[in-house]
């Protein structure tokens, strides 16, 4: 019975392929920790956003915040009592309610696709989009604005998923059907949500808006959230918790916004 000869050097070439280099080691590192990191990630943004503000309004915001005291913290409450929805009974009939907008009626392909890019109205890209032409508009006052209240909004909803760690409807739920990409990250609350009902409320306090533009900005917001539930992303209760802490994190901009306005006039 022959054997065949053995390379010493099989071993070592073995360990050096099964042993991951710098960077593969800081990719597991970074997708294991997701979450903290995307918390580093937006907190160092609002940190340099703040500085980077001029020193006049930064400060005229800290005092509209400071006098706004009381209201903010009943609107953050109000807005965190939201989250506990998630631990309330009821998860059958969120389930039932997500398939009905998830699976029920007809899909066709450009359905999808609309739904898809829609729901991208509700994401940080649109946001700075909006900022952009805001600053290219002049309106320096609602970019600031636009900008710190998304930073700050998307810091509460990672801080809130971390707290709650909600699983996405489509590891739960098995029929449930995946638009695009299978987003990361955890269910509770719908941020794309949270970040359609600040802008439509933050927007229409600034401008002034007439009672059909309020409308089509609401309107727009919920449609976010109905896509978010159609590309299989989030349950009911998310958006529902979404458009609740959007809406609080708006009206703080309101408030926020009215006394700049009467600061600096």
């Known amino acids: 019975m022959s054997s065949q000869p ?29 979450p903290i ?31 706004r005291g009381l209201l903010s913290s009943m609107l953050l409450v109000f807005s965190l009592l939201a989250v506990s929805l998630v631990w309330s009974v009821g998860q059958r009939v969120d389930v039932w309610a997500f398939l009905f907008f998830n699976l029920r009626g007809p899909r066709p392909l450009w359905l999808d696709w609309m739904m898809l890019g829609f729901t991208q109205i509700g994401s940080g890209i649109f946001a700075l989009a909006i900022v952009l032409i805001l600053f290219l508009a002049g309106d320096r006052l ?35 059907r995946v638009v695009g990409y299978r987003a ?49 992303a989030h349950y009911p209760r998310d958006v529902l918790a979404g458009a609740i802490l959007g809406c609080a994190w708006g009206l703080l901009g309101v408030l926020v916004d009215g006394y700049v306005l009467n600061g600096i006039g």
């Open 6 to 34: 053995v390379n010493p050097n099989d071993g070592k070439r073995l360990a050096e392929e099964t042993i991951p280099n710098a960077w593969e080691r800081l990719t597991l590192v970074v997708k294991k920790y997701r």
């Open 37 to 67: 990191a995307w918390l580093i990630f937006l907190a160092a943004s609002l940190v340099l956003f703040v500085v980077w503000m001029p020193s006049q309004m930064r400060i005229v915001i800290w005092r509209g915040l400071v006098a």
């Open 142 to 176: 609602a970019a600031n604005e636009l900008i710190l209240g998304t930073l700050t909004l998307w810091i509460v909803v990672e801080l809130v998923k971390a707290l709650v760690r909600r699983s996405r409807p489509f590891i739960r739920v098995t029929q449930a």
């Open 184 to 232: 990361g990250g955890r269910s509770f609350p719908s941020g794309h949500t949270s970040q359609a009902f600040f802008m439509a409320t933050l927007m229409a306090a600034h401008f002034h808006a007439s009672i059909w533009v309020v409308f089509l900005l609401y309107i727009t917001a919920l449609l976010v959230g109905i896509t978010r539930m159609y590309v299989g």
